[in-house]
């Protein structure tokens, strides 16, 4: 097959699978002679643009795993606006030092039934949105060997196709996929009200620049008034973490809880970064 374009698809509120898609989609680009193309939804107006490509392109595709699957505010998007028509694809998730469940399944699923030919795969450790010691540092330059290793198959499975593979590259996880992870208090009591969890602005810290609001994937800060979270919150961050004034926090019971119970039982393991092909 001949690739002439490799492009990085990716969504990241925190910039950990930035990191891993466009390092990985520019070696393969390298490796191939291809120009190399990015394209970040992390906002709703970038959403809005369905994306096509075709049988010349490779895409990675990246998202990072919420409660163990694709983000399920993001799965409309990428189930309804990524087209494939005959490109090949490497999925990609980051998961934060718990476990990628069903995520990498779901989002190769996802790219196969609109029409891409997912060839090979990878689940990376990012830190965890939620905290600074989840995974922290992570992808590291053991990640890093890892993905440059996952362009290098990508390149010599590319070169060695004459057609479009029938069959998706296997990965690990369940099919059909499971309902998204539910986070339980110690009784295995679901966390009350934890969806409802909305960051809070420290007021003698805010210097009222907007980034925020700016960055929010959901454009859910309101600009006028960044202490006003006036839509959804899919927990990802990108607010807290960004913000240069650390004016951004959450102070939510459930949401702190389960924070820390994260923390105690995964902050002090590695987790294993895995490529598929």
Not at 73 to 102: C, H, M, S, W
Not at 139 to 150: F, G, N
Not at 249 to 258: S, T, V
Request: aromatic content about 8%; overall charge neutral; hydrophobic content about 35%.
């Amino acid at each position: 097959m001949e690739i002439k374009h490799v492009w990085a698809v990716y969504f990241s509120g925190t910039g950990t699978t930035q990191k891993v898609v466009t390092a990985l989609s520019k070696s393969v680009a390298q490796g191939l002679g291809c120009d190399w193309q990015e394209y970040c939804f992390n906002l709703p107006k970038a959403r809005e643009q369905e994306l096509s490509f075709g049988p010349q392109d490779l895409v990675v595709l990246g998202v990072p795993v919420y409660a163990g699957r694709v983000p399920n505010l993001l799965l409309p998007y990428v189930q309804g606006k990524i087209k494939g028509n005959g490109a090949l694809a490497v999925p990609v998730v980051l998961y934060g030092n718990r476990n990628f469940d069903d995520g990498l399944m779901e989002l190769r699923n996802v790219a196969r039934d609109n029409g891409f030919h997912p060839i090979t795969a990878g689940a990376f450790v990012g830190e965890h949105s939620f905290s600074r010691i989840l995974g922290t540092g992570r992808p590291d330059s053991e990640d890093m060997a890892l993905i440059q290793t996952l362009a290098e198959k990508t390149i010599d499975k590319v070169k060695a196709l004459t057609e479009a593979p029938a069959q998706a590259v296997e990965v690990e996880g369940c099919d059909p996929i499971r309902p998204y992870y539910t986070p339980r208090d110690r009784h295995g009591e679901p966390i009350k009200d934890f969806l409802k969890a909305k960051p809070v602005t420290d007021p003698d810290k805010c210097v009222k620049c907007g980034l925020c609001a700016r960055l929010c994937p959901m454009g859910s800060i309101d600009p006028n008034d960044v202490s006003n979270v006036v839509g959804k919150c899919i927990k990802c961050c990108a607010c807290v973490k960004k913000c240069p004034m650390g004016a951004k926090y959450f102070d939510h019971e459930g949401y702190l809880y389960h924070q820390h119970e994260l923390e105690d039982q995964y902050a002090g393991r590695r987790a294993e970064s895995k490529i598929f092909f």
